[in-house]
C-alpha cells in the first residue's frame, strides 16, 4: 500500500487547522475593511428610519456582537457545512459558489488538456533534439509560455480575433440557443452535460466559446510540460536500461514512449498536478477578462461590497481545491512510482 494510515490521518489534521486559519482570518480581515454589510442587507435605506433599519440587519447577521464571538460562531458555522447566505445576491453561498466553480473547472481541465498534450510533445521532441536550434528555440518559448501574464494575452487575443473573425463569444453559452434547444444544466460542466442530453449544437457553441480563454490558461502548463519533459526525458535518455535497449536494437518509438518517458511521469504527474491547483487563480484572472461566468467573474462582482460571507465562501474553496489537488497530486506518484511512500 504506497499510502499509509499515519499519511492520511496527519494530512487531514493539518488541512483542518489549514482550513480554520483561513476561515478566521479571511472573517476578521473583511469584517474589519471599509464598507458595512449591515448597510446592504437592508437595502441600502435612506430617511429617518434608515438607522433602525440597519441596526436591525446588523442584528439579524449577527454584527452586534463582539469580534470574537463573530469570529466563532461564523468559523463553527462554516464547519457544519454552512457558509450562510451571500449579502448581495441573498441565496445560499454554496449554491453561488457550485455554479461558479463548475465554469472554473471545465475551463481548467480544458485548458491542460490542451497545455500538457502541447507541452509533453514539444518537451519530448526537444530533448531527442538537445542541443540543436529547435531546443533552444523550444527552451526559450517555454519560458516565454510559463511567465507570460495571463490577463495581457487574454486581451491581445480577444483583440486579433475581433479584428480577424469578428468574435463576439463572450459569455459561456448562447442563452438563445439555450432555451431553443431546451439545453438543461444536469452537473454543471457544459461540455458533458450536453453530451449526456445528444444536444450537439449547445457542445459546439460552449466548445467554441470555451477555446480562446482556454488557450490562454493553456500557455502556462504548455511552458512547463515542455521544460520539465524536455529536462526528464533527456535525463532517462542517459540511463543504462535505455542504451541497453537501443543497443538491442529496440524500436526507436518504443525507446521513447515506454522506457524513457514511462520514467518521466511519476515526476511529471505530481509536478502538472500542483500546477493544476496554481492555475485556478490564472483561470478566474482569464474567465473576467473574458466575461465568463465562474469563481472570478464572482470575486469580481463583489468586491467592495462588503459580502463577507461569499467572500470568505471563495476564500474556503479555493483553499480545499489546493489542499484536495496537492494530496492528490502525491497519492498518484505514490501510486504510480513504487519507489514514493507516503
Given at each position: 500500500m504506497p499510502v499509509s494510515l499515519n499519511y492520511l490521518v496527519k494530512r487531514v489534521f493539518w488541512s483542518a487547522l489549514i482550513i480554520i486559519g483561513v476561515i478566521m482570518l479571511s472573517y476578521i480581515i473583511i469584517?474589519?475593511?471599509?464598507?458595512?454589510?449591515?448597510?446592504?442587507?437592508?437595502?441600502?435605506?435612506?430617511?429617518?428610519?434608515?438607522?433602525?433599519?440597519?441596526?436591525?440587519?446588523?442584528?439579524?447577521?449577527?454584527?452586534?456582537?463582539?469580534?470574537?464571538?463573530?469570529?466563532?460562531?461564523?468559523?463553527?458555522?462554516?464547519?457544519?457545512?454552512?457558509?450562510?447566505?451571500?449579502?448581495?445576491?441573498?441565496?445560499?453561498?454554496?449554491?453561488?459558489?457550485?455554479?461558479?466553480?463548475?465554469?472554473?473547472?471545465?475551463?481548467?481541465?480544458?485548458?491542460?488538456?490542451?497545455?500538457?498534450?502541447?507541452?509533453?510533445?514539444?518537451?519530448?521532441?526537444?530533448?531527442?533534439?538537445?542541443?540543436?536550434?529547435?531546443?533552444?528555440?523550444?527552451?526559450?518559448?517555454?519560458?516565454?509560455?510559463?511567465?507570460?501574464?495571463?490577463?495581457?494575452?487574454?486581451?491581445?487575443?480577444?483583440?486579433?480575433?475581433?479584428?480577424?473573425?469578428?468574435?463576439?463569444?463572450y459569455g459561456r453559452i448562447d442563452t438563445y440557443l439555450m432555451f431553443q434547444t431546451g439545453f438543461h444544466p444536469?452537473?454543471?460542466?457544459?461540455?458533458?452535460?450536453?453530451?449526456?442530453?445528444?444536444?450537439?449544437?449547445?457542445?459546439?457553441?460552449?466548445?467554441?466559446?470555451?477555446?480562446?480563454?482556454?488557450?490562454?490558461?493553456?500557455?502556462?502548463?504548455?511552458?512547463?510540460?515542455?521544460?520539465?519533459s524536455r529536462a526528464l526525458v533527456a535525463e532517462n535518455l542517459n540511463e543504462e536500461y535505455v542504451r541497453a535497449a537501443v543497443a538491442w536494437g529496440v524500436e526507436r518509438r518504443i525507446i521513447i514512449w515506454k522506457y524513457a518517458f514511462r520514467g518521466a511521469i511519476p515526476s511529471l504527474t505530481q509536478i502538472m498536478g500542483l500546477a493544476f491547483a496554481y492555475s485556478l487563480v490564472d483561470a478566474m484572472i482569464v474567465e473576467v477578462v473574458f466575461g465568463r461566468e465562474g469563481l472570478g467573474s464572482i470575486a469580481y462582482s463583489v468586491i467592495g461590497k462588503s459580502d463577507y460571507t461569499l467572500i470568505t465562501g471563495l476564500m474556503v474553496t479555493v483553499t480545499i481545491f489546493y489542499i484536495i489537488m496537492n494530496t492528490l497530486a502525491d497519492i498518484l506518484q505514490a501510486i504510480i512510482d513504487p519507489r514514493v511512500k507516503l
Open positions: 469584517i474589519s475593511a471599509p464598507g458595512d454589510p449591515a448597510k446592504i442587507w437592508a437595502g441600502n435605506p435612506r430617511g429617518e428610519k434608515a438607522g433602525l433599519a440597519i441596526q436591525k440587519a446588523r442584528e439579524e447577521l449577527g454584527l452586534d456582537q463582539p469580534l470574537p464571538i463573530q469570529v466563532l460562531r461564523y468559523t463553527l458555522q462554516v464547519l457544519s457545512g454552512n457558509m450562510g447566505v451571500s449579502i448581495v445576491y441573498r441565496v445560499p453561498v454554496a449554491e453561488v459558489i457550485w455554479r461558479g466553480l463548475t465554469a472554473t473547472l471545465e475551463l481548467l481541465v480544458v485548458s491542460y488538456i490542451i497545455g500538457i498534450s502541447i507541452g509533453v510533445f514539444l518537451g519530448v521532441e526537444s530533448a531527442l533534439r538537445r542541443g540543436s536550434r529547435f531546443d533552444s528555440i523550444m527552451q526559450s518559448l517555454a519560458i516565454l509560455l510559463a511567465n507570460a501574464p495571463s490577463f495581457w494575452l487574454g486581451i491581445g487575443l480577444i483583440i486579433l480575433l475581433a479584428e480577424t473573425i469578428g468574435f463576439t463569444g444536469i452537473t454543471g460542466f457544459y461540455l458533458l452535460d450536453a453530451l449526456i442530453e445528444g444536444n450537439l449544437p449547445v457542445f459546439i457553441d460552449v466548445f467554441l466559446r470555451i477555446l480562446p480563454p482556454a488557450i490562454v490558461v493553456a500557455t502556462y502548463p504548455i511552458g512547463l510540460g515542455l521544460r520539465i
